[in-house]
């Protein structure tokens, strides 16, 4: 029977060296290209940071999470932006009871799959989501809290520059 690979990081290799490198210098390329293309976005959110007295992140740091950003609000913002707040607020409450009771995990999963099923049902869609606010909401419920405390972050910063330059 043939093996079948379904990828692999070696393409003509012996190793998967090649790919690692080549990912790092991407990586870096990335970097240095978008805290250029973001240094004003990225110095007032560090500065924002220091006036809070907050730990401060690196440009590449801020980047990245600039990144996750927009690819969760282009992944999940429609479906955040659907998610009525009272049932955002049951699926939080799921969320820590399954934390706060590990042996019931799997009820409680069951549990949050049918409230996001009539989540899905019970919003009404709109044509866009600009809202991080909601998609942080819609992290929570979702057992992403990591997430949702660093966005939330960005939410602040961008609610204190206002509706105009925030956009």
Known sequence: MTRIITYSLRLDGRNSDDYYQTIAAFADQWAADTTRTAAGIIAGFREFRRRHD??????AECAFELLALGVLLREHGREADRLPGWLARALNLLVKAQER???LESAFKALRGWVGWLARR???ERTTCEDVERLISWLKANEDSAHARRLA???DYFANLGPRPAR
């Open 122 to 124: 019970a919003g009404t």
């Open 54 to 59: 907050e730990p401060d992140r690196s440009d």
């Open 101 to 103: 009771w590990p042996k």
């Open 153 to 155: 972050q960005w939410q």
